[in-house]
């Protein structure tokens, strides 16, 4: 056995607003065997690692519930012509530019620099849709090989079934999701699949017909730009959300992305549908995309989570956004509380990640894997259980970096340095990411 000791740790379980304490942290094998205040007796065995926290804070490492890791090397990335006119327009001249353009490297390289960045900012889940039309076949092996079995994440997978590229392709994304299926069985408590499609607009009768035969939650965007909204009215006499229902598609834990363009008749329907809903904040707005209302989800008691949208790798940015956008939407700074953000990053991320994971993840508790951050902060104010929130909020998000990522009891990054250092990986990703930017430019 394996038994590690965190001690001296102010610590945030996760579990409600106010479970904040000076304590300490025993794991056993990558799972917490139990957490204790800073007055209890510590086990007297023959520990094989014994951490001195220094005061530093200890928190759930972050889960984010809807990413693209596909477009990591868009970073920096020009395209021409780029003068979009709507929302599908943006789409064929940059992103499905970029991933009609993927090769096996790509995808690896992409996934494998994403894990990197995201551990640094300590990010220890992600679920991830991924799109690459033209290099379908084993991409789910890929990406559960860079996430999961060389970086130590924990990853929930997707990939994107359209019909844009004709039915050759569109059947190939349905045989690599069914695929997904029996793939996570090798990475128990680590992966989990979604049956990913990207959305109505861009998916025939028959793609939807197929899909709603199976059992299988999916992974879809819903709303985001008038394609799925007035437009997509006009062209099928029905909602995007309706039209899904129509087939079966969205069964119970589906995940739904965006929901900007979800009516009243539609929220009332996703009600009784047993699915999530995924906000995006940073994404909708450089996209100029709109904001979903989260009072609109709040009231019919439906959960919403949070994701960037494959937006960067610094979650808490996308933490900021979403409280300060949603004071946006509803006029009023009463309109978002940050028990509304514990509700969603907390308690929200970690139940649905928990539950296709099959394992407890997102929180710190007895029986619970053992995948949490530390951060070095040192408060100029008061600090309590009663006010953590507003501490997490305005002082340790702007802390920067965690000094320690752990996931599974592993230590991935220590005294805010990797382990392994990422110079020899990060080299091999430009020299790939190089080709792909020429082979767009042909």
């Known amino acids: 056995m394996n038994d590690q000791l965190y001690q001296n740790y102010f610590i945030f379980t996760g579990k409600s607003p106010d479970d904040y ?8 094998d990558g799972r917490i065997v139990k957490v204790f205040g800073s007055e209890d007796p510590i086990p007297k ?34 395209v021409r012509p780029f003068h979009p006119g709507s929302f599908e327009e943006m789409l064929e001249q940059l992103w499905w530019k970029l ?71 569109r059947d190939l994304e349905i045989e690599e999701n069914l695929a997904l299926m029996e793939e996570k069985q090798k990475f128990p408590g680590k992966m989990g699949a979604l049956f990913g499609l990207h959305a109505s607009f861009t998916l025939e ?35 995007a959300f309706e039209r899904l229902q129509r087939y079966d598609v969205c069964k119970p834990n589906s ?5 900007i363009r979800l009516s009243n008749k539609d929220t009332e329907a996703l009600k009784k ?25 709040k009231e019919r008691a439906i959960p919403v989570l949070l994701g960037n949208d494959g937006f960067g790798f ?19 700074p009463l309109g978002f509380s940050l028990e509304d953000l514990f509700e969603v990053v907390f308690r929200n991320n970690a139940a649905y990640a928990s539950a296709l994971l099959g394992e407890t993840v997102g929180v710190i508790e007895e029986g619970a894997v053992a995948d949490f951050v530390t951060f070095r902060y040192m408060p100029i104010t008061p600090i309590s259980e009663k006010n953590f929130l507003g501490h997490w909020f305005f002082g340790i998000l702007e802390s920067g970096k965690p000094e320690e990522v752990v996931i599974g ?15 020899e990986m990060v080299r091999e990703a430009e020299k790939v990411s190089r080709k792909l930017w020429e082979r767009m430019e042909k």
């Open 255 to 259: 995940l739904l992305v965006h929901g």
């Open 205 to 239: 009768e028959e793609t939807l017909k197929r899909v709603g035969q199976w059992d299988y939650p999916v992974h879809i965007h819903i709303g985001e730009g008038d394609e799925d909204g007035k437009l997509h009215e006009e062209k099928y006499g029905c909602s």
């Open 99 to 169: 991933d009609r353009a993927l090769l096996s490297d790509d995808v690896y390289w992409s996934a494998k620099t994403a894990a990197m960045r995201l551990i640094d900012h300590g990010v220890t889940t992600v679920i991830d849709h991924h799109s690459s039309p033209y290099c379908v076949q084993g991409t789910g092996a890929l990406l559960s090989r860079a996430l999961i079995e060389e970086s130590g994440m924990r990853a929930v997978l997707s990939i994107e079934t359209s019909d844009r590229d004709g039915a050759k392709i």
């Open 273 to 297: 549908s047993g699915c999530r809903i995924a906000f995006n904040p940073q994404s909708n707005q450089n996209n100029g995309a709109g904001l979903p209302h989260y009072e609109r989800f």
């Open 409 to 423: 009891g592993n230590v991935l990054k220590t005294g805010g340095v990797f382990r392994k250092s990422p110079e």
């Open 314 to 332: 610094d979650f808490s940015r996308d933490i900021r956004a979403l409280l300060i956008s949603q004071h946006h939407v509803g006029q009023s």
């Open 21 to 28: 304490f000076r304590g300490n942290l025993w794991v056993r």
């Open 45 to 78: 065995l023959s520990w094989a690692s014994q951490t001195n926290g220094e005061g530093k804070t200890l928190l759930p490492g972050m889960i984010n519930a809807h990413t693209h890791l596909y477009s990591t090397f868009a970073c920096g990335l020009t």
